[in-house]
């Protein structure tokens, strides 16, 4: 069975660091892509980070940029994310999720490529209040 | 980045067939994925690609894209089906991701 299981969440003050891991199992780990999605308390989903299978290019939301930091170790089926310098709308419930996408290819027209994030954790929550 | 766009709030009444749709730049060059989201839950993958649906999911959910545009249509509602359904594309970049604001579906 294909399963993500998100961990780290807590309670931290404003300025404060945690650290979330995502641990894979069900498939190959370093086949994929990894993405890290946030939803804040009765608010939409917000697309945080993403990783390439071997880790080579990293791409983050503007709100988080310089102050998070995504990563995974490929040996472990790992993914992780380092919260640093949080704010309060940094609180919300953080999903780990499986990135992939592919490719239609038609003669005669420009190629369509479309992306989809099929495989969800079941979230850990993140708090910053003082 | 760009935006994606959706409507907040859509009813149907049970068995009837409802249509939630998704606008934004982006999606002129990628098609977009739907997400349902239960109270409590997290997200789950219902439609991608070319109308594709993964294991599991009901063929009473169908999608298409058009320009700008893309749709999510539930033929056939039923009361399982209420819930929050979120669009979400890589943006024209190709690097980022972006979701629309979500769309909550009630069953009468």
């Known amino acids: 069975e294909v399963q993500l299981v998100e961990s780290g969440g807590g309670s931290v003050q404003p300025g404060g660091s945690l650290r979330l891991a995502c641990t894979t199992s069900?498939?190959?780990?370093?086949?994929?892509?990894m993405s890290w999605v946030r939803q804040a308390p009765g608010k939409g989903l917000e697309w945080v980070a993403h990783i390439k299978q071997d880790g080579s290019e990293r791409y983050y939301v503007d709100s988080v940029r310089g102050r998070f930091t995504i990563s995974r170790d490929n040996a472990k089926n790992s993914l992780y994310l380092q919260l640093n310098s949080l704010r309060a709308e940094d609180s919300g419930i953080y999903y780990c999720?499986?990135?992939?996408?592919?490719?239609?290819?038609?003669?005669?027209?420009?190629?369509?490529?479309?992306?989809?994030?099929?495989?969800w954790g079941k979230g850990t929550t993140v708090t910053v209040s003082s | 980045s760009s935006e994606l766009t959706q409507d907040r709030s859509v009813s149907v009444a049970l068995g009837q067939t409802v249509r939630i749709t998704c606008q934004g730049d982006s999606l002129t060059n990628y098609y977009a994925s739907w997400y349902q989201q239960k109270p409590g839950q997290a997200p789950v993958l219902v439609v991608y690609g070319v109308n594709k649906r993964p294991s599991g999911i009901p063929d009473r959910f169908s999608g298409s894209n058009s320009g700008n545009t893309g749709s999510l249509t539930i033929t056939g509602a039923q009361a399982d089906d209420e819930a929050d359904y979120f669009c979400g594309s890589r943006d024209k970049s190709g690097k980022h991701w972006v979701f629309g604001g979500g769309t909550k579906l009630t069953v009468l």
């Open positions: 069900g498939f190959i780990h370093s086949d994929f892509s």
């Open positions: 999720a499986r990135d992939t996408g592919d490719i239609v290819t038609k003669p005669g027209v420009p190629d369509i490529f479309y992306y989809y994030m099929d495989v």
